[in-house]
């Protein structure tokens, strides 16, 4: 059996190894490091795909979560409301530029910010509301975007897990994850669904003058050349990583598809065994990219599971072990942990079983065959 990885980028590179080999010659040919057409041609490519006005790509997906928030001018003191269970980058850049991170818990069965949560969180000084399209699932936008709304706050999508997933709304109007707020960020770190060779970042809208304002953020705050209108930052995708980002975002269905079908298999083979609850799908199968598959193990075993399988050569991951409210540099008195028990649960019970576009059926048997056996003996 081939070795199993928690992602295979080798497997995955050896069937584009042409196409990506040609456009970074044609990066070296041309010496257009920076900017250039590689680079201008992908923003287009992943615009017409997301079907958005605006991607302005940048270095990575924690500053474009910072340029989407300098962009919207958000200041010292605003609240901005996010998910307690997901990556730190959210609330890093929210404390980093001297707004007021709250966060909130999720639901049980998506692992998304929980609509209701975020009601009673909201108070005068909220401004914004960051879903995170958790493990590629759709988080709940039919209730963000009217809680949005209601108080008049805005979206700003973390899709830094979620590129390529199509959320319905419930009158039926598709939309991909990403064109749905006002403003979105995602990450092409290279284990990412669309994931670079390197570190890549974008930051998309529909809004033609948060574009142009955001335009000017990723490059020194300049709309004409040496003229600093604004205070910005250095953020830019370098052009050899959108030479590999063009060589696969073609290929971003099939791969979200392999994904899927990799789940589905997971999915029968834990049908019905106890301790095991396989993750919950909300909507159709375009909802969910499948990022990560995350099971929960209700029998207080998992990181036993851990250990067992890393000792039998399977790779696996616990994403998150601690809720963000629990972390030393986001701690804060106005956290109750009565309004954190589903965070507080999943820490303990979620384990991320290999997931990638070259896993093939006897190493999903392997692995299934092997939680299932520990899980109950
Ligand atoms: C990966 C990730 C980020 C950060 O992206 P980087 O490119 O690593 O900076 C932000 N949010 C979420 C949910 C992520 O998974």
Do not use: W
Not at 14 to 31: L, Q
Not at 58 to 70: F, P, S, V
Not at 207 to 232: C, P, Q, S, W
């Amino acid at each position: 059996m081939k070795k199993i990885q928690m992602v295979d980028l080798k497997g995955q590179y050896e069937a584009i190894k042409e196409t990506v080999n040609e456009y970074i010659a044609e990066v070296i040919d041309t010496t257009a490091f920076i900017n250039g057409p590689q680079v201008q041609k992908f923003q287009s490519e992943l615009e017409s795909y997301l079907d958005v006005k605006h991607v302005i790509p940048c270095a990575n997906g924690t500053d474009a979560l910072q340029i989407a928030m300098m962009g919207l001018g958000l200041e010292q003191g605003d609240e901005v409301i996010t998910a307690d269970f997901t990556f730190a980058a959210t609330v890093e850049v929210i404390a980093l530029l001297k707004l007021t991170p709250v966060l909130v818990d999720v639901e049980p069965d998506t692992f998304n910010i929980d609509p209701e949560a975020i009601k009673k969180a909201i108070t005068p000084k909220t401004k914004a509301i960051v879903p995170v399209h958790l493990f590629g699932q759709c988080a709940n936008m039919d209730a963000i975007m009217e809680i949005a709304k209601e108080h008049n706050l805005y979206v700003i999508e973390d899709n830094a897990q979620g590129i390529g997933a199509t959320y319905t709304f419930a009158d039926g109007t598709k939309k991909k994850t990403g064109a749905i707020g006002h403003v979105a960020a995602t990450s092409f770190f290279p284990s990412k669904n669309l994931g670079a060779y390197g570190d890549g970042g974008a930051i998309f809208t529909n809004d033609n003058d948060l574009a142009h304002t955001i335009r000017g953020i990723v490059n020194h705050g300049m709309y004409e050349r040496y003229h600093h209108d604004v205070v910005g930052v250095n953020s830019r995708l370098d052009a050899m990583q959108a030479a590999v980002l063009r060589a696969k975002l073609p290929k971003l269905d099939a791969y979200n598809d392999a994904r899927k079908a990799a789940a589905q298999k997971y999915n029968e083979a834990f049908s019905g065994v106890k301790n095991i609850l396989t993750p919950y799908q909300y909507g159709d199968e375009t909802s969910h990219v499948y990022h990560q598959y995350t099971l929960q193990i209700t029998n207080g075993k998992r990181d036993a599971l851990v250990k067992y399988l890393n000792e039998q050569g399977i790779p696996c991951g616990v994403y998150y072990p601690i809720p963000l409210h629990s972390q030393k540099a986001y701690k804060d008195d106005r956290y109750n942990e009565a309004d954190f028990p589903v965070t507080n649960q999943l820490v303990k019970d979620v384990i991320a079983l290999p997931m990638h576009t070259e896993l093939n059926d006897e190493q999903i048997q392997f692995i299934t065959d092997t939680v299932k056996k520990f899980v109950n003996s």
